[in-house]
């Protein structure tokens, strides 16, 4: 059997290589793209039947603080992580984020992974200071993103 490519094969659509993810509010957008480069994004309708999943790398500290605001997921369970782009040093995360989990701050400065329970608040994120990239991801257990009090 010939090895395919992702974008060929009955299967092919169950290959994410290019997707900019859901659109963002500009004035968002203007800051996100100052420290952040989102690599890939799936979700439901990206791969139908998939739960959703965001990954992105982090590079500079943000013009805006806190740049995510509070909110919890009603519905589904969130997993979220912050990596080191260090291999000779894997938890050393060459930065510092301050993540809160209800009304208690965090402060992160080695490599993490957070589980957060539906109905349970996080956020604000706060990236105090990045001296190399930082691999971000966050993974919700349902096909589609939504958050109450993200927009507040």
């Known amino acids: 059997m010939a090895i395919l490519n ?26 996100y793209d100052k420290f952040a480069k989102r690599i890939l994004w799936m979700d439901g309708e990206v791969c139908p039947g998939a739960f959703q999943m965001n990954t992105a790398w982090y590079s500079a500290v943000p013009e805006k603080d806190p740049v995510f605001t509070p909110h919890m997921h009603d519905d589904a369970d969130e997993i979220v992580g912050f990596f080191s782009s260090d291999p000779a040093n894997p938890y050393d995360l060459g930065g510092e984020i301050e993540f809160t989990i209800e009304d208690e701050p965090h402060l992160l400065t080695k490599t993490t992974m ?21 691999f971000h991801f966050s993974v919700i257990t349902k096909s589609f993103y939504e958050a109450e009090g993200m927009y507040k």
């Open 6 to 31: 992702n974008e060929s094969g009955k299967y092919a659509a169950h290959f994410v290589q290019v997707s900019p993810g859901p659109g963002m509010d500009p004035e968002f957008k203007r800051v």
């Open 114 to 134: 957070i589980f957060l329970p539906h109905g349970m608040w996080h956020n604000p994120v706060r990236i105090l200071r990045v001296d190399r990239p930082i």
